[in-house]
T-cell receptor
């Protein structure tokens, strides 16, 4: 079983709509959680951290459910520029430094 | 203020040749991570280095792959006797040090194609 699993998509989203997707992680010793964004053939970049109480950054809302071991990302009022692959990322308690474990990514395509 | 610099951006090798990928971390960063991304797949951790030390190499294949981060100069990921399955994007990332900020700053990647 993969450590971090995501629905690969693609999620085809009309511009202005809301889209949400989850990610599950297998290791209960996962300590920290993040969403990264990766554009086609580009490097990943941190989108936002995910906190236990849930957190919002503009149109993006992230939630963490430790009991069920999943995190979610919701994008409101989707823009064409939101088209990208969203990577679910976890850091284990015993991980050295900032060693991060990445999911396979969920592809989102926002269309006019 | 340059970010993480990787070179070459694209590298073509024939089977059996050697590939050397270089990574200069962001200024002020002393921790370097290498990840590999196969086509249509996620990033897989390979190795974590600090200056002159390998901290975690749990993701490195046992043979043909090696990494170093010397006191002076960039970090080097070396692949000997490349095979077609080594074709991938190799991303280097850096950070300031241990912590839980979760932010790794990635370079633009080196895309290796093995013919």
């Amino acid at each position: 079983r993969k450590e971090v699993e995501q629905d690969p998509g693609p999620f085809n989203v009309p511009e202005g709509a809301t889209v949400a997707f989850n990610c599950t992680y297998s290791n209960s010793a996962s300590q920290s959680f993040f969403w990264y964004r990766q554009d086609c053939r580009k490097e990943p970049k941190l989108l936002m951290s995910v906190y236990s109480s849930g957190n919002e950054d503009g149109r993006f809302t992230a939630q963490l459910n430790r009991a069920s071991q999943y995190i979610s990302l919701l994008i409101r009022d989707s823009k064409l520029s939101d088209s990208a692959t969203y990577l679910c990322v976890v850091r284990l308690i015993k991980a050295a430094g900032n060693k991060l474990t990445f999911g396979g990514g969920t592809r989102v395509l926002v269309k006019p | 203020n340059a970010g993480v610099m990787q070179n070459p951006r694209h590298l073509v090798r024939r089977r059996g040749q050697e590939a050397r990928l270089r990574c200069s971390p962001m200024k002020g960063h002393s921790h370097v991570y290498w990840y590999r991304q196969l086509p249509e797949e996620g990033l897989k951790f390979m190795v974590y280095l600090q200056k002159e030390n390998i901290i975690d190499e749990s993701g490195m294949p046992k043979e043909r792959f090696s990494a170093e981060f010397p006191k002076e100069g960039p970090s080097i990921l070396r692949i000997q006797q490349v095979v077609r399955g080594d074709s991938a994007a190799y991303f280097c990332a850096s950070s300031t040090g241990q912590g839980t900020t979760g932010e790794l700053f990635f370079g633009e990647g080196s895309r290796l194609t093995v013919l």
